[in-house]
């Protein structure tokens, strides 16, 4: 079974939406975890987001990449730019994938547009998780 590790900066909001549509979509195919380089708790935002999609991500603890240095993975996913230098340098991997996901933008003055910041980006990395997962580890029929 192959080991994917999905790494974003804080492991609060992307990856930890990442984590669980590859987990959803993978079924078992496939181990998935997820870190952060600066990891933080997760985004209530994301997480409420996620539950609209049906998807609870709410038992999410976000893991330092640091911890998981002595551990080799098939697949390590990278969902931002400025942190692919660190992932490489400090982690075993067989296949590295560097994605770009900008973090949602939060509107302190309009809720509603927060909401769909969050939203958009969900279904963003739903779309990708789709992708990936029947591209490279489970395959639609």
């Avoid at 380089?37 to 996620?50: C, F, K, V």
């Avoid at 999410?60 to 080799?72: G, I, T, V």
């Avoid at 969902?79 to 994938?97: E, G, I, T």
Wanted: glycine fraction near 2%.
């Amino acid at each position: 079974m192959k080991e994917i590790l999905i790494v974003s900066r804080n492991n609060a909001c992307r990856s930890a939406m990442a984590e669980g549509w590859f987990k959803y979509y993978a079924k078992g195919a496939a181990n998935i975890s997820s870190a952060g380089i600066e990891p933080t708790q997760l985004d209530l935002r994301a997480a409420q987001s996620m539950m609209d999609a049906v998807i609870d991500i709410t038992k999410h603890q976000s893991k330092n990449l640091d911890a998981l240095s002595d551990k080799e993975f098939d697949i390590v996913l990278v969902m931002d730019n400025n942190v692919a230098k660190v992932v490489s340098n400090n982690l075993r991997f067989k296949k590295l994938y560097v994605f770009h996901f900008d973090s949602p933008k939060v509107d302190e003055n309009d809720d509603s547009l927060t909401r769909k910041s969050y939203d958009s980006l969900r279904d963003e990395i739903e779309n990708w998780a789709f992708d990936f997962i029947h591209q490279n580890i489970k395959r639609l029929m």
